[in-house]
């Protein structure tokens, strides 16, 4: 199994800030990669498909880099409505997420 | 546009089964490829498994082999997750999740979740 590993666990940011969480594929997995963001009570929302490619009707500000093992997701500017769990997910062989970076505003 | 309407909250003893539908509206199910994924209290996602549409077969992880038992009703447009000797552990928000336009690489919609307690 691919085992997808997030960092941090957490995060604390301002208003403002350039926000980045990685996610380390066990294997290979070339750009099979996406985001979600899920607020408390939700359910997850999409963001970024196949590593980098923006879901229709989602801020610019969020984007998404990497191909193989490491990926890296960004929020450029940190807005209150932001604040969520995001998780990253690889579909190169089955589906596994990663165990989700908690976004705090500081 | 794909909507996906869950059935409501289930509690259920050790060692029963639950089983939870979803409701497809907009789009016809054999046009999508279904997916579960569920969510323990406090903890992340989990993927259960799904329709492979390269295969044509239902797939599920490896940890729910055996007792996960995903089906659809074409008739209906309902998909239906079934789960067996439930466990404390099984406590969590179940979620129907799919690609619009039959995508099976990312879900982008996803059901309103069924909550599942699994209590003595």
């Known amino acids: 199994d691919i085992q997808m590993t997030q960092s941090p666990s957490s995060l604390s940011a301002s208003v403002g800030d350039r926000v980045t969480i990685t996610c380390q594929a066990s294997?290979?997995?070339?750009?099979?990669l996406n985001w979600y963001q899920q607020k408390p009570g939700k359910a997850p929302k999409l963001l970024i498909y196949?590593?980098?490619n923006l879901e229709t009707g989602v801020p610019s500000r969020f984007s998404g880099s990497g191909s193989g093992t490491d990926f890296t997701f960004t929020i450029s500017s940190l807005q209150p409505e932001d604040i969520a769990t995001y998780y990253c997910?690889?579909?190169?062989?089955?589906?596994?997420f990663g165990q989700g970076t908690k976004l705090e505003i500081k | 546009q794909v909507q996906l309407v869950q059935s409501g909250a289930e509690v259920k003893k050790p060692g029963a089964s639950v089983k939870v539908s979803c409701k497809v509206s907009?789009?016809?199910?054999?046009?999508?490829?279904m997916h579960w994924v569920r969510q323990a209290p406090g903890k992340g996602l989990e993927w259960m498994g799904g329709?492979?549409?390269?295969?044509?077969?239902?797939i599920y992880a490896q940890k729910f082999q055996g007792r996960v038992t995903m089906t659809e009703d074409t008739s209906t447009d309902t998909a239906y997750m079934e789960l067996s000797s439930l466990r404390s552990e099984d406590t969590a928000v179940y979620y129907c999740?799919?690609?619009?336009?039959?995508?099976?690489?990312?879900?982008?919609?996803w059901g309103q979740g069924t909550m599942v307690t699994v209590s003595s």
């Open positions: 196949d590593a980098s």
């Open positions: 999740a799919t690609g619009a336009s039959g995508s099976y690489t990312y879900f982008d919609i």
């Open positions: 294997q290979d997995i070339s750009n099979y």
């Open positions: 907009g789009y016809t199910l054999t046009e999508l490829s």
């Open positions: 329709f492979d549409p390269e295969d044509g077969e239902t």
């Open positions: 997910q690889q579909y190169d062989n089955l589906y596994t």
